[in-house]
C-alpha cells in the first residue's frame, strides 16, 4: 500500500496537487492497462484498406494514446482555487475528473485536521467511494453511513447517501447533534432532478448551515449559472460554476452502422444527417408502404 | 423519420465493430430480457475466437469468488470466461454488476450488453457506445431520449488515456431514429428541474424544528422549485405596478384627489353587483326551484299530482329529487320540480306516526301551505342588495364619477394580476398544507397550534417511504405481537414497488390476516390523503411480504430466486430496501420498545449475504 499511516505530506499545496495527482490517478488507471494481457487496446492499426477517405477521417486516430503523465486539467485546478473561499458546482461529463477535484480538497482537509462528508446517490456507488478513499486516505480515517450500514461512523471522512446526510440536518435542527463537517460533497448533484428522490437534495442543500463548505459535481446541466445563484441565494455564501471547457476529455464521433454492416459517419460536414442515411429512411418509408406491415427485413 | 429495422443480430453487430477495431463496446438495449439473451447469443457466436484472455478472465473471476460466492452459480459465468461478453442491468445482483465493471476497467471485456440505467451512476467506459433505440421505455410507455440521457450514454464513450477518441454507433433497431439521434446530439444539455415536493418527514421534522408553519414555508419557498417561479411573479407585479401607475397619473391630470385605492373599491363592487345581477332568478321557474330548494325537507308534507292533491310525507331529499311514503303506505320518489304546495309543519317521519301527519294536514291544510313565491319577491331583495352597492358605490365615487369609472379595465388587471400571484406563492406551500391536515386528522401534529404532537415526534425520526403508514401500523398495535418474520413480511408489504410481482409463495393464515387489517389502514389513509388533495400512496404488495418473510424464515437463497421467479437484483433491492426500513423502526426505542426489539432482530436475519 501506498500510504498505510496518514496522508502524504505535501511540499506545496500547488506541488502536491499536481504531483500527487498523477501518482494517485496513473496508479489506478494505467496500472490495469498495462497489466492487461489484452494486446488490442494498446496497438493503433493503421486506418487503411479500401476504406473510403469519409471513413478513413471517421476513424483517423483510434486507439490508444501515447502514455503521458496525467496533468490536472486546468479547470480542475480552477475549482479548487474556487473551493478555498466559495461554494463551487462542477459541471463535466462523466469520467473527466470530478471526482479528483473532489478528493484533492478532501485530503487538503484531513491533513488540516478538519472533516468533510461525501454524498453520493446510490448505494453501490457508496460503497465503492468507501473503498476508494479508505485506500487513499486510510481505512481508519474513513467512515460509510447508508441505510443498512454503518462504520467507523465518528471518522473525518463520511461518505454515504444523500438521503442520511439529509437525516442529520434534520437531527441536528431539532436539537441533536451539529453536523460535524468542513465540506460537504454532492456526487451526481443533477440526482436534484430525479423525479422520486430530488427533493432530498433540495432539501440538503437548503439546510446546510453556510460555515459547510459545499462542493456539487454535476453531470452537463443546460441551467448551471441559475442553479448555482439559487444555491448562493439560499446559503449566503457566493457559489462558482466552474465547467470544462471543450466539454469532453475524450472527443467524440458519432457514426452510423449500416444493413450491410458498413459504418458511414452519422453527420455530414455541416453537421446534418448523412444523407446516405436518409436515403435509408425514406427507402424502409417505401418498403413498408409497398410491403405492408407484415414483411421484414432479412439480415 | 424513424427506422423500424429489427435489430442486428448481436453477433454480426459486434464482429462489424470488430472489424473497424471499435470494441471493447457498450451496446445500451430497451429491455433487460434483451440484454440477457444478445449477451448469451454473442456468446455462442464468438466461442469458437481465439482468445489469449481467456485465462486471465477466469483467474479474475474467481478471485472474486471467495468474497461474493454466489456469482459461482451465475448463469452467465461461461459467456463471460470463454467469449468476453457480459450483459449488466438492474436485475442482475450488486457483486456480479461489481464483478463485470471492474472486469471492463481491466480491458478484459469485448462487450456489455446494458441498460440505460448504467448510464447514470457506475462508471466503467469503453472506447464505443452502441445506441440502438432513439426511445427509452418508461413507465408511461416508450418515450423520446432526451439530450441529457444520450449525453450520459455517450459519457462511456473513450476510456481516459486509453483511447484517444470514442464513439457514438448509431445501430438499426425497432426505435432507431437517427435523425433524432443527430439532433439530440448537438442538442444543448437539459436544464435541471427542480423536483421539490411536500413529504411527511420532512413537514414534521421542520415544524418541530422551527415551531410556526410561517418558518416552515419560509424554508419551501427557499427551494429551486419556487425560485423558478419567481420570474412570473415579478412579471404580474410589474403588470400590477403599471396598471397602478397608469390610474395614479389619470387622476392627476384629472386633478381628482383620491386614492388608487378608491377606483380598485369600486371596481369590486362592479364586480359584486354584476355576479349578484347574473345569479338572480329569471324567470318564475328558477323562482320557484329555488323556493323548493330551501323548504322541501325531510318531515314536511308536500302535495304532488295535477290535482295537487296526492300527499307524500318526505323522509329523503337529494339534490334534484324527493324520496317519501304516501298515505297508502308506498314509497314514492319524484323530481323537486314535480312538488306542488309545501306545508310548513314538521312531522316525525317515524312509521307508526305517519298517519298523524296526514291526518293534520287533512284538517287543516289549508292554513299550513307554505305562500308560493312571487318572482317578484326575489327581484326585491336582489334589487335591494343592488340599491345597496350603486348606493356605496356614488358615496365612494362622489362628484368624479366619470374618471373613475373609465379606469375601470385598469383596476380589474390589478386584480386579476394579484390574483394570480397570490396563487403563485401558495403553489410550493400549499401542498405542505394539505400534508399538515392528514397528519392532524391521525394526531401528529396539531393544526389549529402549529404544533407537532408526541406521536408526531416518533414520527418524524422515522424516515421511511410511507412514514404514515408504518406509525399507524405501529400505533394500532399491529406489531405488538409480531415476530421478526411477520414483522419482516409486513414492511417489506409497502417497501416494494407496487406493482413487481414476486411470485406466489405461501403465506401463513397470522400474516394473510395482518395484511388485511395492514391493507384496512392503507385504505383509511389514502381515503384520507385523498380528501386532502395529498397524492395517495400505492397499494401494498403481498407478494413481496411473502418473499421477505421467507426470507426472514431462513430460506435459501437459490430456493428463494427459484420459487419467486424474481430477478435476483429486484430481490435484494427488496430486501435489502425492507431491512432499511426494519432499521429505522428499530430506532424507535424509547416509544415503541417492542416493535424497535422486533424489527432489528428481523432486519439482521435479512440483512445477510447476499442482501448486504
Known amino acids: ?299 | 423519420m424513424k427506422l423500424r429495422m429489427p435489430e442486428m443480430p448481436p453477433g454480426t453487430l459486434l464482429a462489424a465493430l470488430g472489424s473497424y477495431n471499435l470494441l471493447p463496446a457498450i451496446i445500451f438495449l430497451p429491455t433487460r430480457r434483451r440484454c440477457d439473451e444478445s449477451a448469451s447469443e454473442a456468446a455462442l457466436s464468438r466461442r469458437a475466437a481465439p482468445d489469449e484472455r481467456r485465462a486471465a478472465r477466469h483467474e479474475f473471476m474467481l478471485s472474486f469468488v471467495e468474497q461474493y460466492p454466489e456469482i459461482r452459480k451465475h448463469r452467465h459465468w461461461d459467456a463471460i470466461i470463454s467469449a468476453g461478453i457480459a450483459s449488466h442491468h438492474a436485475g442482475h445482483m450488486p457483486a456480479w454488476k461489481l464483478v463485470i465493471e471492474k472486469m471492463m476497467s481491466a480491458g478484459l471485456l469485448d462487450a456489455i450488453f446494458a441498460t440505460a440505467t448504467v448510464a447514470a451512476g457506475v462508471d466503467f467506459p469503453a472506447r464505443t457506445v452502441v445506441v440502438t433505440c432513439a426511445d427509452r421505455r418508461s413507465a408511461n410507455g416508450w418515450q423520446s431520449l432526451t439530450a441529457s440521457e444520450l449525453q450520459q450514454m455517450t459519457g462511456r464513450a473513450g476510456r481516459r488515456g486509453k483511447d484517444r477518441v470514442g464513439f457514438v454507433v448509431a445501430a438499426p433497431g425497432p426505435h432507431q431514429n437517427p435523425q433524432r439521434i443527430a439532433e439530440l446530439l448537438s442538442a444543448q444539455p437539459n436544464d435541471l428541474e427542480s423536483q421539490f415536493r411536500a413529504t411527511y418527514t420532512s413537514l414534521l421534522n421542520l415544524l418541530d424544528a422551527f415551531g410556526s408553519f410561517a418558518q416552515v414555508r419560509r424554508i419551501a419557498e427557499k427551494s429551486f422549485a419556487h425560485r423558478n417561479l419567481l420570474p412570473q411573479i415579478r412579471q404580474l407585479e410589474t403588470t400590477r405596478d403599471a396598471n397602478e401607475t397608469r390610474i395614479r397619473e389619470a387622476l392627476k391630470l384629472a386633478s381628482v384627489q383620491a386614492p388608487v385605492a378608491t377606483v380598485r373599491g369600486i371596481e369590486r363592487l362592479a364586480n359584486a353587483r354584476s355576479r349578484l345581477l347574473e345569479s338572480a332568478p329569471q324567470t318564475r321557474r328558477e323562482a320557484r326551484l329555488r323556493w323548493l330548494h330551501k323548504w322541501v325537507q325531510p318531515g314536511r308534507v308536500v302535495a304532488t299530482g295535477r290535482s295537487g292533491k296526492r300527499l307524500t310525507l318526505v323522509t329523503a331529499r337529494g339534490r334534484d329529487g324527493v324520496t317519501g311514503v304516501r298515505e297508502d303506505g308506498r314509497t314514492a320518489s319524484f323530481s323537486l320540480e314535480r312538488t306542488g304546495r309545501v306545508f310548513a309543519p314538521i312531522f316525525s317521519t317515524q312509521p307508526d306516526k305517519i298517519e298523524e301527519a296526514f291526518d293534520e294536514i287533512h284538517q287543516r291544510g289549508g292554513q299550513l301551505a307554505l305562500p308560493e313565491p312571487r318572482l317578484s319577491d326575489h327581484r326585491g331583495e336582489e334589487e335591494s342588495s343592488i340599491k345597496l352597492i350603486n348606493d356605496l358605490i356614488d358615496s365612494l365615487a362622489g362628484p368624479h364619477g366619470e374618471v373613475l369609472w373609465s379606469l375601470q379595465p385598469e383596476a380589474a388587471a390589478i386584480e386579476q394580476a394579484e390574483r394570480q400571484i397570490e396563487r403563485l406563492r401558495a403553489d410550493v406551500w400549499e401542498p405542505f398544507e394539505r400534508c399538515a391536515r392528514v397528519l392532524d386528522h391521525f394526531g401528529y401534529l396539531d393544526f389549529e397550534l402549529e404544533r407537532v404532537t408526541d406521536r408526531g415526534r416518533w414520527l418524524a425520526d422515522l424516515r421511511v417511504d410511507r412514514p404514515l403508514l408504518v406509525g399507524e401500523a405501529l400505533q394500532r398495535g399491529l406489531f405488538g405481537a409480531l415476530n421478526p418474520v411477520r414483522a419482516a413480511g409486513l414492511i417489506a408489504a409497502i417497501a416494494a414497488d407496487e406493482d413487481r410481482d414476486y411470485g406466489e409463495l405461501e403465506l401463513d393464515d397470522a400474516i394473510v390476516s395482518l395484511l388485511v387489517q395492514f391493507e384496512e389502514i392503507a385504505f383509511e389513509v389514502s381515503t384520507e390523503e385523498w380528501k386532502q388533495g395529498v397524492e395517495a400512496a400505492p397499494g401494498i404488495n403481498f407478494s413481496a411480504a411473502a418473499a421477505a418473510a421467507n426470507w426472514t424464515a431462513q430460506a435459501e437463497w437459490i430456493e428463494l430466486v427459484h420459487e419467486t421467479r424474481a430477478e435476483e437484483g429486484d430481490l435484494v433491492r427488496l430486501l435489502s430496501r425492507t431491512g432499511e426500513a426494519l432499521l429505522q423502526v428499530a430506532g424507535l426505542r424509547e416509544s415503541h420498545a417492542t416493535a424497535a426489539n422486533t424489527a432489528r432482530a428481523a432486519a439482521e436475519i435479512m440483512l445477510r449475504e447476499p442482501v448486504r
Open chain 1, 1 to 299: 500500500m501506498r500510504r498505510s499511516g496518514g496522508y502524504r505530506k505535501p511540499d506545496g499545496r500547488a506541488r502536491d496537487r499536481t504531483g500527487s495527482s498523477d501518482n494517485s490517478r496513473r496508479g489506478a488507471s494505467s496500472r490495469s492497462v498495462e497489466q492487461t494481457p489484452d494486446g488490442r487496446a494498446e496497438t493503433v492499426p493503421a486506418v487503411t484498406g479500401n476504406y473510403g477517405r469519409e471513413l478513413r477521417e471517421l476513424l483517423m486516430g483510434i486507439g490508444a494514446p501515447k502514455p503521458a503523465p496525467l496533468k490536472p486539467d486546468p479547470f480542475q485546478l480552477e475549482a479548487l482555487t474556487a473551493l478555498e473561499f466559495e461554494d463551487v458546482l462542477v459541471t463535466a461529463p462523466t469520467g473527466s475528473g470530478k471526482t479528483w477535484i473532489a478528493r484533492e480538497e478532501m485530503r487538503r482537509l484531513l491533513e488540516l485536521g478538519k472533516r468533510a462528508w461525501y454524498t453520493t446517490p446510490l448505494k453501490a456507488l457508496t460503497n465503492s467511494k468507501y473503498a476508494e478513499f479508505s485506500e487513499e486516505f486510510g481505512p481508519e480515517h474513513v467512515g460509510i453511513l447508508t441505510g443498512d450500514r454503518k462504520e467507523n461512523s465518528s471518522a473525518p471522512l463520511i461518505v454515504g447517501t444523500t438521503e442520511i446526510f439529509c437525516n442529520q440536518l434534520f437531527d441536528s435542527l431539532r436539537g441533536g447533534e451539529e453536523v460535524g463537517a468542513d465540506l460537504v460533497v454532492f456526487d451526481e448533484a443533477h440526482y436534484l432532478a430525479d423525479e422520486e428522490r430530488g427533493h432530498v437534495w433540495e432539501e440538503a442543500i437548503i439546510l446546510t448551515p453556510p460555515r459547510i463548505r459545499m462542493l456539487l459535481l454535476s453531470a452537463t446541466i443546460g441551467n448551471a449559472a441559475e442553479f448555482a445563484a439559487w444555491i448562493a441565494e439560499v446559503r449566503g455564501v457566493h457559489c462558482g460554476v466552474v465547467t470544462r471547457p471543450g466539454a469532453r476529455p475524450v472527443p467524440l464521433r458519432a457514426a452510423f452502422l449500416m444493413p450491410d454492416k458498413r459504418l458511414v459517419p452519422l453527420l455530414n460536414p455541416q453537421a446534418k444527417l448523412n444523407s446516405e442515411i436518409a436515403r435509408l429512411s425514406e427507402q424502409d418509408q417505401r418498403d413498408r408502404g409497398s410491403g405492408g406491415r407484415g414483411r421484414r427485413r432479412r439480415w
